[in-house]
């Protein structure tokens, strides 16, 4: 790589803004993040940042070369599949290196009663069969999934409100963690939860260690797969590391 290596930092998550903080403290990097701009008031990394998208694979292949972008951490969330297949189609087009940082998906425990489906349609077809009255923390872009499910109440938590169609029977409660246990089991306790719909997301999730106390079942969707051939990262500290020896090597 270059001496000042410019990096492209995918972001929108925790680990996107803490690997950006964390390429802050290594020398001859010049570190970028990328945000969608879904949100209206986003958590900014550390550092430079860019939002919107790139247009397509033909228009981040584009930023990369004008931007002389030496090298993409792909920081995303584990379901922006589109994101994901569009940098390393971007990284096949420029010789780049990609790396995907990704956190592992989350494991049942003892007293956990899960339900994986492969996609947010199943986990609607799910619910009712369930419980009656669902916390939805799946994202506003999913509401709309649940929105003939009339035999349920949902409780939906998002940090933007949904937009139509939504559930008729339907509370939104705005927010964005992170959560505590104490929050999430009143929370279960005040809306009488039955069922917690989720993303196979990662990460910290005292939602789940509610719903486990509680005896509650947990409808889990599955991540989409990750792109075949594709280097990984599972921790911050293991993509600095890929970063810093690609620099050594360059
Ligand atoms: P997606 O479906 O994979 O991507 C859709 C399009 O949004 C992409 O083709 C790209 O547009 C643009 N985009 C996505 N991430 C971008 C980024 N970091 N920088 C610039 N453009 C980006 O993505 P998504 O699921 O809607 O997620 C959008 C963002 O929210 C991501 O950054 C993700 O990390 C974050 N996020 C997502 C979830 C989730 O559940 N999906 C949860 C938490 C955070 P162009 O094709 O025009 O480049």
């Not at 410019?6 to 925790?14: D, E, S």
């Not at 599955?222 to 810093?244: G, H, K, M, N, S």
Request: glycine share 10%; charged share 20%.
């Amino acid at each position: 790589m270059p001496e000042l290596a410019r990096v492209l930092i995918l972001g929108g998550t925790a680990e996107g803004r803490a690997f950006a903080a964390a390429c802050a403290d290594l020398p001859g990097l010049s570190p970028i993040s990328s945000l969608a701009g879904r949100t209206t008031a986003p958590l900014l990394p550390h550092g430079p940042v860019r939002i919107g998208g790139f247009g397509g694979v033909p228009g981040l292949v584009d930023y990369l070369r004008s931007e002389r972008i030496a090298a993409i951490v792909d920081a995303t969330h584990p379901f922006a599949a589109r994101m994901t297949a569009n940098a390393v189609a971007a990284a096949a087009a420029t010789g780049l290196p990609l790396l995907v940082l990704r956190r592992p998906g989350w494991t049942e425990a003892p007293g956990d009663d899960w339900h994986r489906v492969a996609s947010i349609e199943a986990a609607a077809a799910l619910v009712p069969k369930l419980g009656e009255r669902v916390f939805l923390t799946t994202g506003r872009q999913t509401i709309g999934a649940f929105a003939d499910v009339d035999a349920c109440w949902f409780l939906a938590r998002s940090v933007e409100p949904p937009e139509p169609p939504v559930p008729g029977r339907l509370d939104v409660l705005l927010d964005r963690g992170p959560f505590t246990l104490d929050g999430e089991r009143s929370l279960f306790t005040a809306h009488r939860i039955d069922v917690l719909v989720t993303k196979d997301s990662g990460g910290v999730a005292p939602k789940l260690a509610a719903a486990r106390e509680l005896g509650r079942p947990v409808v889990l969707v599955d991540r989409p797969p990750l792109p075949a051939d594709i280097q990984t990262a599972a921790t911050v500290e293991a993509a600095t590391e890929w970063l810093t020896t690609r620099q050594r090597c360059a």
